[in-house]
């Protein structure tokens, strides 16, 4: 029985927990809210999943829905994949949507529903050069992340060196200028 509880409270704590890492994630990626006074707070991954897509340039006419979100390490969105299905020239292909490239407008319903839109700002020949989100594509965005990384790391790693070194030359001159003092008495 204590460990059903324990197991529930987890269950709760994750839950919460990925929800705010999911919403500041989606605030970093540019998620917007539209047509409504106040903030939502809180962004459901699950009501954003099959989210109908515009263009920006024809929000009548939806081109596809939202099939999957993308996240980094962190649990910031990274882009969206929106599967083309109202477009002829490119239907049927799932592209990579960066989160530069969307906008997500919420509006709350008569019924206190909450509808979310993608708002894509391409135009459609854009859309048509945008990567197909297959196997290649992730095991070449990974290959990317983890080369970012490395680069990352050993900038920082050049970086703290240079510190080091210019520390040690401060100290040394420190130094040389009390024993100039030191013997100037």
């Known amino acids: 029985m204590q460990y059903q509880q324990g197991k529930k ?3 709760k704590i994750s839950f919460i927990s990925h929800a ?10 540019g998620i917007t809210q539209a047509q409504s006074p106040d903030p939502q707070g809180l962004y459901s991954a699950d009501d954003i ?33 929106v599967d083309i299905d109202g477009t002829s020239t490119i239907e049927g292909r799932e592209v990579v949507i960066e989160n530069d490239q969307f906008r997500l407008e919420t509006r709350h319903e008569d019924d206190d529903d909450i509808d979310h839109r993608v708002i894509i700002g391409l135009s459609e ?3 048509q050069e945008l990567p197909t989100y297959d196997r290649d594509w992730w095991h070449q965005a990974r290959e990317r992340a983890a080369q970012a990384w490395q680069e990352t790391r050993e900038g920082a ?7 080091r070194e210019g520390a040690a030359d401060a100290m040394e001159t420190i130094n040389e200028r009390i024993n100039d003092m030191s013997e100037g008495n």
């Open 125 to 127: 020949d854009e859309l």
């Open 157 to 163: 790693e050049s970086a703290w060196q240079r510190t």
């Open 20 to 29: 705010a890492l999911f919403t500041g994630g989606c605030l970093l990626a």
């Open 49 to 81: 999943m099959d989210a109908d897509a515009y263009l920006e340039n024809d929000s009548k006419n939806d081109i596809g829905e939202v099939d999957d979100i993308l996240l980094d390490d962190n649990m910031q969105v990274q882009a969206l994949i």
């Open 9 to 11: 409270a987890m269950s």
